[in-house]
């Protein structure tokens, strides 16, 4: 069962647009992350949240936990097509150390 | 900077076959894990320990077996191959006793089972 639904699962935009990908859960985390993965390797940190309604940005990018820590957002301003990749959420529950991870968004930026 | 490496990166299997997917890292990190991927469901964590000698399931471990003997180390074993397992795996460590510490993945693993 997965417990982190992203939404949306595809996005193709085009260079500078602005766009908004969702985390979300019934559950209740003790810390959630994104990452960004590219082709052929392994995911890569973006941030950790830990308090809710907490937001940390990362030049154009802008995260935000809910307050109730069970979902989160990603809004990136001005989409570069450097920004393609897939993007996953991942969240531990208090008490737990594994990390469960969202299904994926799969964002395109063109030229 | 080796960080986590995974043997070997690419493997096709027969059916039925056994294999172990091998998992190193060497930054001292008490938790690791092992995730698969496939196309639209994200990572999903298969095993994980929390230490030397401590290992659990996570949310796919049938048809998986592990143990973690040091801290460094931290082998997948597929005991009986089935096309269903055909997969990409990754390999995962970080270190505990904070919230929110980075995972470090290895480059991952490709695999077919025919």
């Known amino acids: 069962t997965q417990l982190l639904e992203q939404s949306p699962q595809f996005l193709s935009i085009q260079e500078g647009e602005n766009l908004t990908v969702y985390c979300n859960s019934s559950?209740?985390?003790?810390?959630l992350q994104w990452y960004r993965q590219e082709p052929g390797e392994g995911p890569v940190l973006l941030v950790t949240?830990?308090?809710?309604?907490e937001v940390k940005k990362l030049k154009r990018l802008t995260f935000q936990f809910g307050d109730a820590r069970k979902d989160s957002s990603l809004h990136i301003t001005a989409a570069q097509p450097g920004d393609t990749g897939l993007y996953l959420c991942?969240?531990?529950?208090?008490?737990?150390?594994?990390?469960?991870f969202g299904t994926g968004t799969r964002l395109k930026v063109l030229a | 900077n080796a960080g986590v490496t995974q043997t070997p990166k690419f493997q096709v299997l027969k059916t039925g076959q056994s294999m172990t997917l091998q998992c190193a890292q060497d930054?001292?990190?008490?938790?690791m894990s092992w995730y698969r991927q496939d196309p639209g469901m994200g990572l999903r964590l298969i095993h994980y320990?929390?230490?030397?000698?401590?290992?659990d399931q996570g949310e796919v471990p049938n048809g998986y077996n592990v143990s973690r003997s040091t801290t460094e180390d931290f082998p997948l074993r597929l005991l009986s191959a089935a096309p269903s397992q055909t997969s990409v795996y990754f390999c995962?460590?970080?270190?505990?006793?904070?919230?929110?510490?980075?995972?470090?993945f290895g480059e991952g693993s490709w695999l077919t089972v025919v």
């Open positions: 991942a969240g531990a529950t208090s008490g737990t150390y594994k990390y469960i």
């Open positions: 995962a460590s970080r270190a505990t006793g904070a919230r929110g510490n980075t995972i470090y």
């Open positions: 949240v830990v308090t809710g309604g």
């Open positions: 320990s929390v230490g030397a000698g401590i290992t």
């Open positions: 559950s209740v985390f003790s810390s």
């Open positions: 930054m001292n990190h008490e938790y």
